[in-house]
């Protein structure tokens, strides 16, 4: 405790004796100042020594706040954790549940079901237990007709088994008459061939012709397309224009017979962009098919397009210098070496391109291996006679 002040004390007693020199108060003051002065440094001891308690308190309390705030933390790791495993076990009850309840919903619409059935068994037991009431009294009958009813059993389970071997038959049958249509239809286009005599060029020609049925996806008929040989065992047909089937009445995929086989094939990547007609295509560089020109949505295109027949891909040439002939439809085109011929056809104004005999003929040549167009005239002569 800090000590008790006795300045008011010493104050009292020099009053009573009476006035003091100066001297004396300053003496007086000193010693009192100096009083203050130790209990001053006693207080501040005292607030010192209080002051490193409760800074020692602080410390103690921070170590001890540290301390829970760690196991706080550790605690609400543990506190996650289980609540994660707890979603994932909730998570799992529930897919558990919705299990249960489908299983419960099909056991439900099965059970109405099978209460469907009940009642009309149970419908069906009152009629015939309406019909035993009232022949109770006749056992003979009673027996006479279980015994039709079992002869009855038998008599259908019979003809059951006779149906069904007779539904086997039938099946077989059909295939039978199948495998025959098919036969007799290979016959009848085999049979549909024979030998042609033909003059050619003044010379007697015997052409052999025989007819066989075509196998795998057989395309559309249509019109307007082109078919080119590939070494004598594949033809690819492409483009051109059917009436009532196919999207829009055109076709614009590539369709591959090959020969040995004789099987149509669909090409996975032999699609291109637009639907396309009356246009010309070429056997080149033995397998490749080069398309030209033709009509494409009503319009008429100058297109230059290559199909490789070994990956079905598609490519459009880069046509450098020449002029480039206009488009056209209806057209011929024939290959020579490197060189493609394209003669005649119609311009975008339906007009012809063939001009009469014995005049000049215009045929644009196009340099497949550089691509380039040209001009080619031909003079074509008068018959003789």
Not at 18 to 39: A, F, H, V
Not at 308 to 319: A, F, G, L, Y
Not at 369 to 383: I, K, N, P, Q, S
Request: net charge neutral.
């Amino acid at each position: 405790m800090p000590p008790k002040k006795k300045g008011k004390d010493d104050k009292k007693k020099g009053g009573k004796e009476g006035e003091l020199s100066p001297e004396d108060k300053l003496k007086q003051d000193i010693t009192r100042l100096e009083n203050e002065k130790c209990d001053l440094s006693l207080e501040l001891s005292f607030v010192r020594d209080k002051l490193q308690q409760k800074t020692a308190t602080a410390d103690t309390l921070e170590i001890e706040l540290l301390e829970l705030g760690a196991k706080l933390d550790k605690s609400t790791r543990d506190y996650v954790d289980i609540l994660e495993h707890k979603e994932t076990q909730l998570k799992g009850t529930e897919r558990r549940v919705h299990t249960f309840e489908q299983q419960v919903e099909q056991l439900q619409a099965e059970m109405g079901r099978m209460e469907e059935r009940m009642s009309t068994l149970i419908a069906e037991a009152e009629v015939n237990r309406a019909h035993l009431e009232s022949s109770a009294g006749i056992l003979g009958q009673q027996q006479q007709l279980e015994e039709a009813a079992r002869k009855q059993d038998s008599v259908i389970a019979r003809q059951e088994e006779e149906i069904s071997s007779l539904k086997g038959q039938i099946v077989a049958l059909q295939q039978q008459l199948m495998i025959a249509a098919d036969r007799t239809a290979d016959l009848t286009l085999k049979s549909s061939g024979g030998t042609e005599l033909k003059i050619l060029f003044g010379e007697a020609w015997l052409f052999g012709v025989s007819r066989q049925r075509l196998t795998g996806e057989v395309p559309f008929a249509r019109e307007g397309n082109t078919l080119c040989c590939f070494g004598g065992k594949l033809l690819v047909m492409y483009g051109g224009q059917n009436h009532g089937e196919g999207v829009g009445g055109q076709q614009r995929e590539v369709n591959p017979l090959q020969l040995d086989s004789l099987a149509w094939q669909r090409a996975v990547g032999g699609k291109t962009g637009d639907f396309i007609n009356a246009h010309s295509a070429v056997t080149v560089a033995r397998t490749k098919m080069m398309s030209y020109s033709g009509q494409r949505a009503g319009q008429l295109v100058e297109d230059v397009t290559i199909l490789h027949t070994d990956s079905m891909k598609w490519v459009t040439p880069i046509i450098r210098g020449g002029s480039a002939p206009p488009p056209r439809v209806g057209h011929a085109a024939a290959c020579c070496r490197d060189k493609v011929f394209i003669f005649g056809g119609l311009v975008s104004n339906w007009l012809c391109l063939v001009l009469p005999v014995p005049y000049r003929r215009a045929r644009c040549l196009l340099d497949a291996t550089c691509f380039t167009y040209g001009l080619c005239l031909h003079m074509v002569l008068h018959d003789a006679s």
